[in-house]
């Protein structure tokens, strides 16, 4: 019965980076990930959600040691006054993983669940078929995990 | 040289449900997918980016046929006025796949260049190791679809 969710593991080797304001027409992406690759960064995560009033906002997660270059890479390339970078430089990923992120509704309501009575705060959040990803501080990446792990019967 | 991208495909059946304004607390995002999973609702792509001023936005894309009762699930949960619910009822999901998205930088990067020079608007990115999904409208998704699987020589 609880075979939906398969793996439950915490990173927290990583840093993102937010850039906010950045006008929503085609070939800012471009500019953005171009910059990023010509300075040799691999990010991890890409997140967009819809934009509002013609602005937008990405984040990118990469490694720690990768954060202040990325800042730099994407402050050269910003295409006007109106965006701006911020970086959160220690964050925790928590990935959940199994077949029933993709055939049972309440998988991912039971995840979201099981870390809000931890008082844990969703900071980001991305999805694959069978992948949830969630942005969280280091100590809660740790505590998710593992109240996590105890939900979806994977302990031991 | 080009195995770093194994598929290109479009998925024209989708809609785009967007709530912003959340209170950006524990608890808020478990409430959203308890009212998605109560209704029903298999949703596919679940994106979160980092939140300003105390308040996030989350989206999801569920089938064409699902969005109304989404945003009725919706509406009926949201915790307080400052939030709203708004739907793009037709929307393009190109996924890009392939290792070359986890180990070459610029893999990303020659993605959105691609889009750009067709003047198409992402409208949101979400990725995992080796797959990006990108929202566009549904012709330019077919558009996309046949200039990115040219650039990576998947044509057949
Ligand atoms: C914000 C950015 O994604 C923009 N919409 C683009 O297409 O490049
Ligand atoms: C916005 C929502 O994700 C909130 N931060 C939560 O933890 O539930």
Redo the contacts between chains.
């Keep these: 019965e609880d075979i939906v969710v398969s793996d439950v593991a915490a990173d927290l080797d990583q840093a993102?980076v937010?850039v906010?304001g950045l006008p929503?027409?085609?070939?800012?992406?471009?500019a953005?990930?171009?910059a990023?690759?010509d300075g040799?960064?691999?990010?991890?995560?890409?997140?967009?959600?819809?934009?509002?009033d013609g602005r937008a906002?990405?984040?990118v997660t990469v490694p720690e040691n990768d954060a202040d270059r990325t800042v730099q890479l994407l402050k050269a390339a910003l295409p006007d006054a109106g965006t701006a970078v911020?970086c959160?430089p220690n964050v925790g990923k928590l990935t959940v993983s199994g077949i029933g992120l993709r055939?049972h509704?309440?998988v991912?309501?039971r995840v979201?669940?099981i870390?809000?009575d931890?008082?844990?705060?969703?900071?980001?959040?991305?999805?694959?078929?069978i992948?949830?990803?969630i942005l969280v501080t280091p100590e809660e990446a740790e505590i998710g995990c593992q109240a996590l792990r105890e939900e979806f019967h994977l302990t031991g």
């Design positions: 993102r937010t906010t929503d027409d085609p070939g800012t992406a471009a953005v990930f171009g990023i690759a040799g960064v691999l990010v991890d995560m890409i997140i967009q959600n819809a934009g509002a906002g990405i984040s911020s959160e055939s509704t309440d991912g309501a979201f669940r870390l809000a931890r008082q844990i705060n969703v900071q980001l959040v991305n999805t694959s078929e992948k949830v990803s």
